[in-house]
Each structure stands twice: as structure tokens, then as C-alpha cells.
């Protein structure tokens, strides 16, 4: 029961914040039978003292789902991610929804396998060329890492634009490095 009077304090003391510039605090007991409408975006806190069921800003329908879905994507990345898995097996239309929603707004889940194989890829060839700049600049010969690029229909070519006829697939292509003269 210590957290509401720090907050009031805290607030009180940031009046010129905007942020809590119009902060109020309705403190009430809720009693049985009685409903209680939160607004959505309210911080609010909750002393239960008897047992009770509560409709929370957790809550999505079909109806709210976008706005549900634009906003955990962004602030609870790994919970979106797995609840994008569950949405796939048991609601697949809304999994749709939220797969066209991140394609729209051209957003990447940070927990999506792809995403992650892209990070990491991509922190092996900075590895690769810190490891060659290195050799560089003390003198030796180093290694030139032909970087692999993609088109448009997902084939693989590598920098002066040749198609890799034997790859479809972004994770099968090896870099083979060729050395400086």
C-alpha cells in the first residue's frame, strides 16, 4: 500500500512536467455489484479485497484488435511474437490482420526467426570485416568478403549483380572469400 502516496508525491512535485501537469488520483472502494469503467491508457492501480473478475486494457476483441495489436507490438515485443504464434494456430484471420498491419507499416518483429538469422548475419560479416580491416593495417593480406545481395523475386545475387542460379533461399548462399593482390 506504499506505491499511491509515492506517486501522489511524485506528481506533486513534477507539476511543472508536462507530463503530469493535469495528473488527478480518484482513490474508491468498489462495492459488490458495482462496475468500474477504466478509460484505455489509464494507469490505475487495484486493492482487491474479496475475490472478483475484471475486464482490464488487456483485453482484445476482434473489434479493438488493431489498436491491441499496433500497441504490444511495439511495447511487449517478445509477448507479441508469441502471441502472433498462437493467433496463427487458433484465430488465423486475425493473425492475417496483424501480419498485414507489420507489412503495411513495414515492421519487423524483433523475435521472428528470420529477423533473428538476419541479425545475426549481419554481426558476422561486421565481425568478418573487423577481422580484415584488422589484418590490413597490420600489414598482411587479407581476405575480400564478396558480399551476397538480394532481388526482388528472392534470388540471390552477389555484388557486381549476377544471379546465383542455384539458390532461392537467403540462408543457403556462403561467402567465399578471395584474396587482395
Request: contains cysteine.
Given at each position: ?98 501480419k498485414g498491419m507489420n507489412k ?78
Amino acid at each position: 500500500m506504499t506505491i499511491l502516496p509515492r506517486i501522489k508525491r511524485k506528481a506533486e512535485s513534477l507539476k511543472s512536467d508536462p507530463r503530469y501537469r493535469d495528473f488527478r488520483c480518484y482513490e474508491f472502494t468498489q462495492k459488490p455489484g458495482e462496475t468500474v469503467f477504466i478509460p484505455n491508457g489509464w494507469w490505475h492501480a487495484v486493492l482487491n479485497l474479496h475475490h472478483s473478475v475484471a475486464i482490464t486494457q488487456n483485453f482484445c476483441s476482434p473489434r479493438n484488435f488493431d489498436a491491441v495489436w499496433m500497441k504490444t507490438r511495439t511495447g511487449r515485443k517478445r509477448m507479441a511474437w508469441k502471441w502472433l504464434c498462437q493467433l496463427e494456430e487458433k484465430y488465423p484471420e486475425l493473425a492475417a490482420r496483424a501480419k498485414g498491419m507489420n507489412k503495411r507499416d513495414d515492421f519487423v518483429m524483433k523475435y521472428d526467426p528470420v529477423e533473428i538469422e538476419r541479425r545475426e548475419r549481419a554481426e558476422r560479416l561486421r565481425k568478418k570485416e573487423r577481422k580484415r580491416r584488422k589484418m590490413l593495417r597490420q600489414g598482411g593480406k587479407a581476405p575480400v568478403w564478396k558480399r551476397a545481395v538480394f532481388d526482388s523475386t528472392s534470388k540471390m545475387t552477389d555484388s557486381d549483380g549476377d544471379v546465383d542460379s542455384n539458390s532461392n533461399s537467403k540462408r543457403s548462399r556462403v561467402q567465399r572469400p578471395t584474396v587482395s593482390p
